[in-house]
């Protein structure tokens, strides 16, 4: 590792010290933080899963009305469509989803939305596809 430093006067002796000695903190079993009420909390045991893979099953508080697979993948259509398209037609939605690099099944999902619409938001995408959405509980 070059640790490059423009106009410092430190050499590769004092860059290679200098190294150690952050390694040997970033890896020490203790705390790196100076207030405490800083320090990164684990999750609590009343919290759940996160799929932490892209490939896996969502795992998470599902809205009534809605599969796992449901909010998946309108979840990924949102993070791959972001705010800014709309409102935004067919050819809209499948061209950000190919500039965005987004799988090749969100593409073939928006590959079959009705041609004649106007979409405001990512909700009314994932109706348009027949997809389930939240209900509201009475």
Known sequence: MV???????????RDDVMKKQLRAELTADRSLRAVEERELQPAG???PEVARAPDTVFRGGTPFGMTEEDVGIRSELAQHLGRSIYPADKPTVINKLRRDHAPDRLVALAERLPADELYPNVQTIAESLGLATEHRRS
């Open 3 to 13: 640790m490059e430093h423009g106009a410092d006067k430190t050499g590769p002796a």
């Open 45 to 47: 045991e009343d919290q």
